[in-house]
């Protein structure tokens, strides 16, 4: 028996699509804990088969934010929402559920792009969602993701809905079938399975063995006698050519399939011709489990603690075969040694399960970097990458403060490193890394387009692509590239049309004070502002000067007053905006903003003193990440700002202090 769980779990619930990273992400209630009987009801392919595919706009690839979202959401993982997959014809296409705001109202998009084996942006298109709609859904509101798989001859999207009234008619779960260029193929809906949210409070992976569709996730249940709706994992076996379901797994203590609630995170794979899971369990068991599907079962990472405690201080970030399937590993971020605790740090850490079944298999677990209790350093979770059956990628992001870059490290299938731990100034995302010829490839995006990663795999080097630059005058090599190309996907900047029609974006030109009215204006999002109905304060500015409207609203907001003079206040919008200038200007609009950045340390720049204008300003950027000065220790605060340092300062104010 499960028994009865009363904690309290605070939770975002199933992710509806990429809503930014995970310490900012919006908190609700709920409560977990076990499931009842269920029965399930599948529809086949019958009736009108729509096949209507909506493009995107292709010409550029998709904005989105999925950076270090391989971390939990508190205590527990989400939906994987972005995908690598390498097509047959050798070129690679990004998958990604995204959502974005259009005023008040959230916007979702299935995107897929293609993209060459350099990297480069090819095309892309948006799937119509309303293909991938659970019956009774008529908009996209109350569309909830799950995931996505690639499987070897057809894709396939797991998508839900909320079952609030408990309503056994209704279906809860969609698999929705797709040819390889994407046109509709079919679907199934489960509906009797006892889901009051799926996908609620864990993640969502698949596999497939001999035709038939693996699907692990986790759904909350009807409400119990205790009034409760509580969590489990849940497992369908989806027959790919009828798009039927085979079979299940949705009952309390299901030893088939291996029943554990809570479930936190789910992972399925197979080898050897059997199907293998791990779960994330907190309560029942309370342990990270190890499931051979109609084999045993072997709880590898027991957990400390009461059961049913949500809080763990384990996340899991992967999971492989090794050598044929006579192996396992499991890569883990757990709390460093030293107790639970706000002060603690996650580290690294491995498990290798020697043997097929692992009910009588033996675990050892490694500590593969440790990073101590109280200090300024912290893990996030790892991944793991599968390049050969005795080859492995351990990687996992190090975070001191503003400052993050990847670490990562070779592995056998023993678990012993091959080398030593080397570091990268990259970063991770819920894009599980795939291997193409030879280097493990994966995608990070930040506000952004996609930066394309790759560590080769045989000699560990570390490279990055910038997979679209807006600029003809911008590339790989240009100094804050990846911040130019966020600024204009923003709508921030958008260049010069130079008399051949090509767009550039002068990185090294000065800053203009008018022209930095314009960059806040639209960092805040362009506000709604009435120039005919604001105060001139300026004796200088008037109706014809560039960004009237924008100086205006930045005197209104008091982050410029400009210069007294005789004759009245002065903009002197054609000068240009110095560094110390620069961090008065920010430090206000965070003020104006009411913006509660995080604080680190500030760096003492050896040319500022208590004498420097805007001293205090200076440090409070340098606070806040967004300014760190020169490697030679100061600031420069006479300095002109360039438009590519720009770009860097008002990315880093709006990802430390904005957001």
Known sequence: MAGSMTRLMQSVGPVAGSVGRSAHRPIRAMIFAVAACVAAACMSLSGAVPTAVAEGVGDVPASSDNMWRNDYEGNWAAPVSSYLHQRDDGSLERVEWITGWSGSREVRS?????????????????????LIRPTGLRTDDGLLWGGFFAGSSANYV??????????????????????????????????????????????????????????????????????????????????????TVVDKAVKVA????????????????????????????????????????????????????????????????????????????????????GGLGSDTRKSPVLLTVNGADPATATVAETVVQSYAKGGATDATNPQLVKIGENRFLMMWGERREHKESIRYVFLDGHGNRLGAIRSADGRLSDCQPIVVGGKVVWYVTDD??????????????????????????????????????????????????????????????????????????????????????????FVDVTKSTPHYKEILWLASTGVSTGWKTAR????????????????????????????????????????????????????????????????????????AVVRQDMAAFLHRMNANVLK
């Open 568 to 639: 009245g206040a002065e903009f002197r919008g054609m000068n240009a905006v110095v560094r110390q200038d620069m961090a008065a200007f920010l430090h206000r609009l965070a003020d104006y903003q009411q913006a509660k950045p995080t604080l680190g340390k500030a760096v003492s720049f050896r040319d500022v003193s208590k004498s420097t204008p805007h001293v205090d300003d200076i440090v409070w950027l340098s606070r806040t990440g967004v300014a760190t000065g020169w490697s030679d220790g100061t600031f420069r605060g006479m300095n």
């Open 254 to 337: 299901d030893s088939r399939f291996g029943y554990v609630s809570h479930s936190f995170n789910q992972f399925i794979l197979t080898t050897g011709g059997k199907v293998y899971a791990v779960d994330h369990g907190d309560a029942y068991p309370r342990a990270i489990v190890l499931t051979q599907v109609d084999g045993g079962s072997r709880q590898v990472h027991p957990i400390a603690g009461e059961i049913g405690d949500n809080y763990t201080g384990v996340a899991v970030g992967g999971f492989e075969s090794a050598d044929a399937g006579s192996r396992f590993l499991i890569a883990m971020a757990v709390d460093s040694v």
């Open 110 to 130: 299935l995107r897929v792009e293609r993209y060459d084996a350099s990297f480069r942006y090819l095309s892309g298109k948006n799937i119509d969602t309303s």
């Open 448 to 537: 952004s387009a996609p930066t394309m990663y790759a560590i080769d795999g045989g000699s560990g080097a570390f490279s990055s692509v910038r997979t679209y630059t807006p600029f003809s005058d911008v590339n790989a090599g240009t100094p804050h590239a990846a911040d130019i190309t966020w600024l204009s996907l923003r709508g921030i900047t958008t260049g010069w049309i130079d008399a051949d029609g090509r767009s550039t974006f002068r990185g090294m030109n000065a800053v203009t004070r008018q022209d930095m009215a314009a960059f806040l204006y639209r960092l805040t999002g362009s506000p709604k502002f009435d120039e005919s109905k604001a105060r001139n304060p």
């Open 158 to 243: 797991v998508t839900g809905q909320a079952n609030r009234a408990e309503n056994d008619a209704l279906p809860v779960v969609r698999i929705t079938k797709f040819t390889k260029d994407w046109r509709y193929a079919g679907k199934c809906e489960l509906s009797g399975i006892n889901t009051y949210i799926p996908f609620d409070g864990g993640s969502l992976r698949m596999t497939e063995l001999d035709g038939q569709l693996w699907i692990r996730t986790a759904h909350t249940i009807y409400k119990l006698a205790d009034g409760l709706h509580h969590q489990t994992n849940m497992s369908f076996v989806i027959d790919e050519a009828t798009m």
